[in-house]
């Protein structure tokens, strides 16, 4: 159970300060439920209800040009088709299934996974259904994909590992677990493999002891990063499904994990701090060596994302905040986006955009210029807490592109059990508010 996994993680003095990032949440989602739960943030913080804590002089939500509401509740399709030449920057569609909280999201081209507490991992195609497969336990927290082989992180602690029949694309077969059968064979004849995972209880130190609540694929290097509520990052080798080290990287829970090719690794954590990490290839092994703590702060760190050129560090808080750092400056802090009323679940970068989820049900759309960063808009029509973003280029407006700048299609995902598709684009509409003002 949850509840008995973060009891064991988080000793209960720190309980009211540290939080994971997924809420324990009962079928019925509401706010007031939200806010008090263990595992969500803290209401004792003064400044996390502050309505005054917006973006520049007032809410992104007010002020943004315009703030898109989704129109589907009640559709019984799965997904809700829309017109586009409605609105230039809004929703596509949602998908509503009643089969449980949307803890996970994964685009890829054309299709797009999406992962929930039901242990079903559904696929996409063209915003329709395409396929499914079924985990035999633990929801399904974090996925990723690498070419045909999809990685799933589980509540129980498990790494799934399916493959996609070259045969017939809609059909995915569970080819494994990291780690392997094999390797834990071979590691558990030793006593030198057990490591203390909690008090007078020990695993072997190349399995996760509780929830693997996130992960990050490098795949110019061959490697996934998966991070756990055990406190540890552990890293695999993809050609032979190896564990090649196990990082005692935090104090708590490691809720976020962010692999880059150069070789830095960043990490945020309940504990409240973010930490970057230079790995140094050994042999057929690797070292991650802490490089720099760019956070310390009471409130839990949430979520990590990091822009494609890999020049900015954004981190997502229990408070409501999003702070960032600049590697041009040797990872000096560059400020604080300041949009949202509750705790940010999850970040995603894309472009020159980056886009927050809340637990007050919002995605911010920020827009980056140098070190400077503006809200263009608010996504509403979530009617719970925003748990995971993916983004992906808007192929099908290329030509649009290059006049109208760059567009996004947006995958959000909510514990009201539903998925938004969004189509953003990289430049403010133009809305004149004066031409809009009665004579």
Not at 131 to 150: C, E, P, Q, R, Y
Not at 160 to 173: E, F, I, L, Y
Not at 328 to 338: D, I, N, R, T
């Amino acid at each position: 159970m949850v509840g008995e996994s973060m009891k064991n993680t988080i000793p209960r003095s720190k309980f009211n300060n540290m939080v994971h990032s997924d809420p324990n949440m009962s079928s019925t989602v509401n706010e007031e439920d939200y806010s008090i739960r263990p595992s969500s943030a803290s209401a004792m913080s003064p400044t996390f209800y502050d309505p005054n804590r917006m973006s520049c002089d007032g809410s992104p939500m007010t002020m943004s040009p315009w703030n898109q509401t989704g129109s589907c509740n009640g559709s019984k399709a799965p997904w809700a088709q829309f017109d586009e030449s409605v609105a230039a920057n809004g929703l596509i569609g949602s998908l509503v299934r009643e089969e449980g909280h949307i803890y996970s999201l994964a685009a890829t081209k054309d299709l797009l996974y999406t992962g929930s507490d039901s242990k079903n991992i559904r696929v996409w195609k063209n915003l329709k259904e395409f396929t499914g497969f079924k985990a035999n336990s633990g929801l399904v927290k974090a996925i990723v994909i690498s070419g045909d082989k999809i990685f799933t992180g589980h509540q129980d602690g498990k790494i799934r590992v399916w493959k996609v029949s070259s045969k017939n694309p809609s059909v995915h077969k569970r080819s494994g677990t990291l780690p392997t059968l094999k390797d834990i064979f071979k590691s558990s004849i030793k006593p030198s493999n057990y490591v203390e995972v909690r008090r007078h209880r020990t695993a072997l130190w190349i399995k996760h002891s509780d929830a693997v609540s996130c992960m990050s694929l490098d795949s110019d290097n061959g490697l996934l990063y998966t991070a756990s509520w055990d406190r540890t990052v552990k890293v695999w080798r993809l050609s032979d499904s190896k564990c090649l080290e196990s990082i005692n990287s935090h104090e708590d829970a490691v809720n976020s994990v962010v692999a880059r090719p150069e070789g830095m690794i960043f990490t945020g954590s309940a504990d409240g701090t973010v930490k970057a990490w230079k790995r140094d290839q050994q042999g057929k092994s690797t070292k991650h060596t802490l490089v720099q703590t760019l956070l310390k702060q009471e409130c839990a760190v949430t979520a990590l994302a990091v822009n494609g050129s890999g020049s900015i560090v954004y981190c997502g808080s229990s408070d409501g905040l999003v702070n960032f750092w600049e590697r041009e400056k040797q990872l000096s802090h560059g400020g604080v986006l300041k949009g949202h009323k509750l705790a940010v679940l999850c970040l995603a970068a894309a472009g020159n955009l980056v886009f927050s989820g809340s637990a007050d049900k919002t995605i911010c759309v920020w827009k980056r210029d140098g070190a400077i960063h503006t809200c263009l808009s608010v996504l509403t029509g979530h009617t719970g807490p925003v748990k995971c973003l993916a983004v992906e280029e808007d192929r099908d407006r290329g030509r649009e592109s290059t006049s109208r700048g760059q567009r996004w299609i947006v995958y959000s995902g909510s514990l009201d059990k539903s998925v938004k598709v969004w189509s953003v684009s990289e430049i403010a509409p133009d809305i004149n508010p004066a031409a809009k003002m009665p004579l």
